[in-house]
């Protein structure tokens, strides 16, 4: 290679010839680079110096960098020096000058020399050329550092795997540097010969087999190097990896050799669903494989039942046809042979690439056969007079299922509903038939199997029944049976009688007849009365004229009842009654007579009331058209005469009190004038108490007239005033008084079945004479029913308190057979509505409201027209009142009827009357409110709890009588057996009375489940839940009955509940349809409901005509919530009760410490078994005695929240606290389920709270609570419950109207065939379960998305609203954005817009009252008044004396304050109104002996207080001495300054009023009042907190303080005049502080402790408490338990007084009869002097 060098280095690049310089120029140059170098070696060592060639840069010459041409072409720039004679050396000058372009400019030229001459240089260029030499110095270099090759397995030797190439970098011209050869370093061996496998080309480096039959299985890649090596012996390697390719050499495997599985039989009559029964697997060495799988044809039983699909490796066998448990052959099972093939060469065909195995399938039985009836259809003919209890047919199913093993229940619908059926099938009647019935003739009834399976299936068999007649029915006399006749008429003909019958002629059971006089007849009816029978009359059926055989005389006889005996062809007779009625003829003249009117006025009364006809002596009473009625002398102004009839009208302006009216008939026939005729009109005033307490008697057969006939208010008498006494009688109490409020007319027609051979006409039974007259038969639809009248009367005790009205029910209920026997009559003691309801078929919708306190008065009147001598004794048209008129007597009432509200609308604000169980209606800036003791509930003080012994029971108010009724409650028991309610009869009744079944509805737990029986329709029902509800844990149970059916369900369906739509809910629910829709309608019963047991023996089934009769165990254990059509009752205030108590004893003492473990505040819920404290709306704490912290949200706000814990799925309840203005909507919380399918809301809409449910964004279910807005800026509890399906929300006490529950598994009713067949597909939307999200599935306040960056629509803000302790399951989720944002249950993560606190703005910013009046923000809502406490009397405000309104509870004293007032508490009670027990409070184990130490330390500070007091006392005295005018002021701090001294004056008041005596010993002047007083305990406390009890300490006794005045410092002043005589040594004896008791008197067990309460009071907005006046209170409280000697020196106090003396008595002593409570009523006064 050619070289070219200059003075630097250039690669031209030219390949040209003209670019290569001459051979003879490359010579020149060569030479001429010698010399060069040769003179510069010399200079070097010349100058000693070695810098020459180090300094020099010279570039590495390679011959690879051009890799394009066999040769580069360099330039080198050279040079020549030309040295002067002159010059020692040119490059030791410093005045060389470099040619900047030169490129030599930068050489170093130091190597030539140091010398200090300056020297010219010559300088010459000249191109050099220079060939670079190849050299073996690259290695050969494979491309890729590891190569893959693949060669198929099982293959010879010599198959090619890969060729492999390296490269040389070196010239491959220059010899055989770049020859490359190839072998293999490493190679594979093969395990049996130990032959390489492997081998190599070594120029072309073609890889190859060395062996053959090389097995992918066994070993499926070799790892082998190569080498490849240059000709200088340079090596480079790498790594072949080479691959065996699959060939299908292997037979594929399945990995059992016997496969079983069990699959359920194919659901009815198919196709199969082609589901996978069995998944098969296989295995193969060999990768590439597509297997197939397959039955064998003909290998086994069942083989063309199944098919295999091949999908990837697995096979999957499923069925072709359906498989039937029920055949014998396919329930041994299957077995068959399947086989598989990797698709390897040959197929099927070849056994290599083909395996077997065998598969056995057993078979599930499904309950998917419906039970077979071995006939679907049976007639049968029965007589009508078929005993009960016979059997008419049976009709047996079969349910192939489970071999059929699995039982079948029977239900029978139709047949007149008079038809069961046994557990056989067997059909049999539970009642007679009645062939004269509706539709008698024929009957069909559809039996219905149901088996016991999941879901269970039914099948339907019919039977038909004809009934043949007997001759049951006996004839009876067609119209007219009512003859008139004018007295004194000779003997005449009346008419003539035809009769008719029910029966079947061509069976001989009619005509002809035969009609005669009965023989019953009376021989004045025998005389006067002739009956001659025509066999030809009525077409050849016979008949009878009437004949009168001589003249009658009305004054005798105002009517014949003649008794007609009807006979049948069959034999088969009855007596039926005729009338024949007197018409009058005047032929008496009038005499001089007198009559009393009663009048009974209720305070509705706005008419004039009706008070009878003006009565003279006349026997005729049809003469009115003769006679005429006048007044004597001046008419009364508030009564009226009607002139032509001589009836008396009395004013609404009535008032009570007697009235002397007198009045003249004339009778212009006898010529008769002014004939005297006095009235004395008694008018008594009804009250509101004495209706409400009135109970009604219905007496059978009798009409007022009778009833009232010779019995007056006074003196009793008749059959009225034996009844009385019989009540008094019975009742057993110490009677003062018996009312009779009502009388009235009262004839019903009611439902009636074959019930016995007697039928009342009249009230003279006739008795069938014909032996085939069954024993139980109905009374004939055309008898008129028998008359009957209705009596209410109250009962007062001695005392004046009136009986219960419930309770008198009961009692006279018990006790009817007494009544019955006093008055000779028929006694129902039951509420007439019911009755009424059943008579006109409608609902208490129909029934008319009355403004009498519940009470209708406006029945219609009963008017016979035919009669006109009724018209004194019916009832009155115009005016809801009834008219007992019997000539001398009148008596006017109002007809009473308790109206029966389905749903009844209890009001939030009170009446002094409404409060129950103690509490008190006090007035309040929101309206009345009852303020309610500790264990009470609501608006009204509800008592919801109640326990019993085992051996009690309790009565509340009667069901009403509406459909539908629900009713639910709670239940805590471990008692097997247990009566829970009965609402049924209170006595037995013979079978010989009984027309129909007495209804009942009996709710009872047999053998730990629980069960319904209603009784009183066509068939009775039976429901059961095989549910254990005697575990000791709260059970729920709801029952609904409507006009489809019954239902029974517990626990709200919320466990073991799941969203399939096959679901069976028969776990928890149990639902029955009526045979006949007007069974509803039959099963009322006017008595009291009984809880817990019964206050009579146990009724017999057979008496009243049940299938069962309820059992009689008592309940052991506690019932709760019982709520009846929505409403709760309180169950605190029983009307009777017998070993029960209110409240769950049981469960109060569960929980931690016993009873009062919770606070006052808390509840002990959870059952016996995980008891556990619930605190009240708005408290927290283990105690509850922690206010919740609200938030308040502002616009557009959010609160985004977490749960540390996971809700149940089934039973979700939230409760949050809500208070707002308005009519607000938006969203208040939002419950997510982790799918985010299903969620719960809690929403306003317009003020209204509503719950909803949602899946997939479609809503399921939706309930408001329309009736109680929530705008009215009030904190209000909103409470939702998730049970499955069901959800129930509620606002508050959830009482009333303030609740609204969805129960779809309660009231869902089908057919009995569909709902056995779908289960609880009834249903339209299924709730899907809900997997609660702990971490970002609940929001509250706000609509997010799911960015969290919006909200809901802007009309949809909570804005100015407040929440507060929202509970999720029972457990408290934070809502505060405070520092502490978790809870164990929960944290905040996220929120927006949220203020913690509820304060609201300022609203009387800019609003201005006029004077006396001031503006009060009344949150939100400015409202100009006096403000709290205060009222406008005229033109100025004053203080409203609380203390009128009596509220404080338990005994506790009240003192009215300027404003408000307080309660002194007595001993064991404390609350703001004494409303709470101090038992509640737990023991604290040291709390005895510290009660010890605290009494010690209060006597030692009552000696104190004495010695101090007295030593005051004498300074005091000496005080008098001072001048006139020494300095007498009274300062803002509540002291009063006389001179020198201070004197704190501090009272408590009460006491007995003061007497003449005693008014001169009051100290106090005129204008001292007791606000002041009062006003001044609270001067060194200006933080008062209403909260009164110190649990810890349990105090005894308690003062509240409300509402502290701000200017009481300043009312303290007019305490200065007369401050000179406030105190005298009559306070306190000097040397005797009565600090001791008697043994045996004085204060109760534990009353010691209450020296250890501080006395505190609560703040409105804040959570701390503060001690007032501790010290003082801890010795007043000792006064108040200790007894007080008989010369005591302790001055009687006087209460609040306009007057008071200026001196006190030395001596005052106090009774010894002086109980420590009235003690504590008065007043104790002390002054104490300050230093």
Known sequence: MNKTTNSYITDTGDKSETAKPSSAYRDNLSNEANQIESEMRTNYQRGGKKKGLQSRKVKRLKREDDEQSSENHYELGSFGIDVGCDD?????????????????????????????????????????????????????????????????????????VVAVSAWDADDANEGHNAEITYSIEKNSVHETTGENIFKIDHRTGLISTAV????????????????????????????????????????????????????????????????????????????SNYFSYRVVEESGWGWAHFGIRSYGNSGYLYALKNLDYEDEMQRKGFKFMIQVTDKGRGGWLDSRHLDSAWVKVHLHDLNDNPPKFRRHHAHVTVREDTKPGTRLATLTAHDPDMGGKQGIKYHVVGGWGALTVDETGAIALWRYLDREANDGAIGTAKVIAVDSGQPPLTSTATLTISVTDVND??????????????????????????????????????????????????????????VKFISYLDSGRGGAEVWIKEPLDREQNRELLVGIL???????????????????????????????????????????????????????????????????????????????????????????????LQFAVSDDFWGQQMVPANVTVIVRQLTQEALAHSTSIILTPTNPKKLTSGWTPQRGGGVLGRLIES????????????????????????????????????????????????????????????????????????????????????????????????????????????????????????????????????????????????????????????????????????????????????????????????????????????????????????????????????????????????????????????????????????????????????????????????EGGAAPLKLQVNRTVNDGNWHSIHTSIDNQGASLMIDHCSEEWNSKLNHNDSHCVTRIQWRDPKDAEMWFNGSPIQLGGLAHSRPNSHDHGWKEAPISQPLDGCFSHLVINGQLMDLGEPALSKDSVAGCLSQDTSCSY?????????????????????????????????????????????????????????????????????????????????????????????????????????????????????????????????????????????????????????????????????????????????????????????????????????????????????????????????????????????????????????????????????????????????????HLSGRTCEDIDECLWRPCLHGGSCYNANPGFQCVCGPGYTGEYCQWNNHHFPAHPLAAPTAIAAVTLSLLLFVFVGVFISFRLKRHWMSKKLPADADSTARDDGTISLGQEEITIIEVKGGTECGSREERSCHLKKEVSQDVILESIQLKSPKIQHYVQNEEKGSKSSIIFHQPDKESSAKAAALLEGSSNILDDSVMAKDDLRAYAYEGDGSSAGSLSSALSGLRVEQTEEWSTSPLVPAFLDVMDLLKNLPEATNSSSPKLCPKTKESSKTLPTQNPIKTSQQPEDVLKEKLSVTTAKT
């Not at 299908?248 to 589901?275: F, I, Q, Y």
Request: proline share 7%; glycine share 8%.
């Open 88 to 160: 020692e050396y040119p490059y030791n000058s410093k005045n060389v000058t470099v040619d900047p372009s030169d490129p030599w400019a930068n050489t170093d030229l130091s190597a030539y020399g140091s010398g200090g001459r300056i020297g010219r240089v010559h300088l010459a260029e000249a191109i050099v050329t220079i060939v670079v030499k190849d050299i073996n110095d690259n290695p050969p270099v494979f491309p890729n550092a590891t190569m893959f090759g693949e060669v198929q397995e099982n293959g010879p030797v010599d198959l090619s």
């Open 212 to 287: 053959c039959c090389l097995d992918r299985e066994s070993t499926p890649e070799y790892h082998i190097q190569v080498v490849a090596t240059d000709g200088g012996g340079l090596t480079g390697s790498g790594t072949v990896i080479v691959r065996l390719v699959d060939v299908n050499d292997n037979s594929p495997r399945l990995a059992k050799k016997m496969w079983e599985v069990d699959v359920d039989e194919t659901w009815g009559s198919g196709p199969p669903d082609n589901e996978t029964l069995l998944e098969i697997s296989v295995s193969d060495k060999d990768m």
């Open 473 to 530: 029915c006996p004839p009876r006399l067609l119209h007219p049976t009512v003859f008139h006749v004018i007295e004194n008429t000779p003997p005449a003909l009346l008419g003539v009688l035809t009769a008719t019958d029910q029966d079947v002629w061509a069976m001989g059971h009619g005509p002809p007849f035969n009609l005669s006089l009965a023989p019953s007849n009376q021989p004045q009816i025998t005389a006067h009365v002739n």
């Open 566 to 660: 009807l006979t049948d062809a069959g034999g088969l007779s009855v007596t039926q009654n005729i009338r024949i009625i007197v018409d009058d003829v005047n032929d008496n003249p009038m005499k001089p007579a007198s009559k009393i009117v009663y009048l009974w006025k209720t305070q509705s009364g706005n008419s004039e009331s009706p008070l009878g006809r003006v009565y003279v002596d006349d026997p005729d009473d049809w003469d009115i058209k003769d006679k005429s009625y006048h007044w004597l002398g001046q008419p009364h102004p508030i009564f009226s005469l009607n002139t032509e009839d001589g009836n008396i009208f009395a004013s609404s302006q009535v008032r009570e009190g007697r009235y002397e």
């Open 727 to 1014: 009540v008094s009688e019975a009742v057993k109490e110490k009677v003062e008084n018996i009312e009779v409020t009502s009388v009235y007319d009262f004839t019903e027609q009611t439902r009636t079945y074959k019930s016995s051979t007697t039928v009342a006409t009249s009230g003279k039974p006739f008795t069938s004479s014909s032996s085939s007259y069954s024993s139980w038969h109905a009374a004939p639809s055309w008898l008129p029913s028998p008359p009957s009248a209705c009596v209410w009367i109250n009962v007062k005790e001695k005392g004046g308190d009136f009986i219960n009205p419930v309770k008198l029910q009961g009692i006279l209920g018990l006790h009817s057979s007494h009544l019955e026997k006093a008055t000779n009559l028929s006694v129902r003691v039951e509420n007439p509505i019911g009755v009424i309801n059943k008579q006109k078929g409608q609902e208490d919708s129909s029934v008319k409201e009355s403004s009498t306190d519940g009470f209708d008065t406006s029945s219609p009147a009963l008017v016979d027209s035919l009669d006109p001598s009724s018209a004194a004794s019916r009832a009155s048209i115009s005016l809801p009142l009834q008219v007992v008129d019997t000539n001398a007597t009148s008596l006017v009432t109002p007809r009473l009827t308790r109206a029966s509200r389905c749903h009844s609308h209890e009001p939030e604000t009170c009446t002094p009357a409404s409060c129950l169980n103690g509490g008190r209606c006090i007035k309040t800036q929101n309206g009345n409110r009852c303020v309610c003791p500790s264990g009470s509930w609501g608006y009204q003080c509800k008592i919801l709890t109640r326990s019993f012994k085992g051996s009690g029971f309790a009565w509340i108010q009667p069901l009403p009588s509406c459909v539908p009724t629900t009713v639910s409650f709670r239940v805590l028991t471990r008692k097997q057996d247990a009566l829970l309610l009965y609402a049924g009869p209170l006595v037995h009744y013979s079978q010989s009375s009984l027309s129909a079944p007495t209804p009942l509805l009996a709710l009872q737990v047999i053998e730990g489940n629980a069960q319904m029986i209603i």
């Open 1154 to 1430: 016993g009873l009062g473990a919770c606070g006052v505040r808390g509840t002990c819920v959870g059952g016996l078994n995980k008891p556990e404290c619930q605190c009240d709306p708005g408290w927290t704490g283990l105690k509850c005695d922690k206010r919740t912290r609200p938030v308040r949200l502002s616009s557009k706000s959010y609160i985004k929240l977490a749960l540390s814990f996971t809700p149940s799925s089934r039973g979700i309840t939230i409760q949050v606290r809500i208070r707002t203005r308005g009519r607000k909507s938006g969203l208040i919380l939002r419950f997510g389920s982790r799918n985010k399918i299903a969620n719960i809301s809690l929403r306003l809409q317009s003020g209204i709270a509503c719950a909803s449910i949602m899946n997939s964004e479609k809503l399921i279910k939706s309930a408001c609570i329309s009736g109680r807005p929530l705008g009215d800026g009030l904190w209000h509890t909103l409470k939702i419950e998730c049970h499955g399906h069901n959800m129930l929300i509620s606002v508050d006490d959830g009482d009333g109207i303030r609740q609204n529950n969805s129960l779809p598994s309660l009231n869902n009713h089908q057919s009995a065939t569909d709902r056995d067949q779908q289960g609880f597909a009834g249903l339209s939307n299924l709730l899907l379960p809900f997997e609660i999200d702990q971490d970002n599935r609940v929001t509250v306040g706000g609509n997010l998305d799911q960015e969290d960056t919006g909200l809901g629509p802007d009309d949809e803000d909570l804005e100015d609203t407040c929440l507060d302790d929202l509970r999720i399951s029972g457990h408290s989720i934070p809502l505060a954005p405070t520092t502490f944002n978790k809870t164990s249950w929960g944290e905040i993560i996220t929120f927006k817009g949220v203020e913690s606190g509820c304060k609201f703005r300022d609203a009387c910013k800019d609003v201005t009252c006029a004077s006396p009046l001031s503006c009060n923000n009344n949150w939100g809502r400015p409202i100009c008044s006096c403000g709290e406490g205060r």
